[in-house]
T-cell receptor, first 113, second 118 residues
Framework: DTAVSQTPKYLVTQMGNDKSIKCEQNLGHDTMYWYKQDSKKFLKIMFSYNNKELIINETVPNRFSPKSPDKAHLNLHINSLELGDSAVYFC????????????FGQGTRLTVV | AQSVTQLGSHVSVSEGALVLLRCNYSSSVPPYLFWYVQYPNQGLQLLLKYTTGATLVKGINGFEAEFKKSETSFHLTKPSAHMSDAAEYFCAVSDLRYRGSTLGRLYFGRGTQLTVWP
């Protein structure tokens, strides 16, 4: 009974393509996040939504567009993929307060060739 | 702005030895501090967190960490390492607030890879 699930787990695509990553959580949380983990394992927040409203947008190129159809889902669409977009993308959710635990999905390893 | 420094990108210990992973933070306000563990090809899992109250925090799998405000540190320890502890460990600090919202965001350190030798 996975709490935060992402699909796909692996994604290999060519430069210039458009791709989407889906995320769903069944924890009843109001807040969802996208984090990017680079090849050196550094994790950085990209976006956060609270009750379908965009709260955090961290200087991410506008080729990246998150969409939250409801508070249990947060998808990430990436246009015109570039080599530098290759990374592991993690979805997470939490109750939203700064003192609350974030629950992470298993990650989507995106490789752009 | 918040930031986290993890000293040592790689730590190796023998099974049964003490594990010590170092974390120092920078925060303009009293911080919320976290340790997460990442096993290969998996997401992050919370080990423990400090918010308020007792400065020695116990977590899962026998890990604990002590918040030392004077040293701006939150080092992670385990008295006796087990092979199953081999993983990447991330220290993180959270905003109390973000642009007026109570929503926190996590600032991660660069991680420490723990290797446990038999």
């Amino acid at each position: 009974d996975t709490a935060v699930s992402q699909t796909p787990k692996y994604l290999v695509t060519q430069m210039g393509n458009d791709k989407s990553i889906k995320c769903e959580q069944n924890l009843g949380h109001d807040t969802m996040y996208w984090y990017k983990q680079d090849s050196k394992k550094f994790l950085k927040i990209m976006f956060s939504y609270n009750n379908k409203e965009l709260i955090i947008n961290e200087t991410v190129p506008n080729r990246f567009s998150p969409k939250s159809p409801d508070k249990a889902h947060l998808n990430l669409h990436i246009n015109s993929l570039e080599l530098g977009d290759s990374a592991v993308y993690f979805c997470a959710s939490s109750l939203g307060g700064g003192d609350t635990e974030a629950f992470f999905g298993q990650g989507t390893r995106l490789t752009v060739v | 702005a918040q930031s986290v420094t993890q000293l040592g990108s790689h730590v190796s210990v023998s099974e049964g030895a003490l594990v010590l992973l170092r974390c120092n933070y920078s925060s303009s306000v009293p911080p919320y501090l976290f340790w997460y563990v990442q096993y290969p090809n998996q997401g992050l899992q919370l080990l423990l967190k400090y918010t308020t109250g007792a400065t020695l925090v116990k977590g899962i799998n026998g890990f604990e960490a002590e918040f030392k405000k004077s040293e701006t540190s939150f080092h992670l320890t385990k008295p006796s390492a087990h092979m199953s502890d081999a993983a990447e460990y991330f220290c993180a600090v959270s905003d109390l607030r973000y642009r007026g919202s109570t929503l926190g965001r996590l600032y991660f350190g660069r991680g420490t890879q723990l290797t446990v030798w038999p």
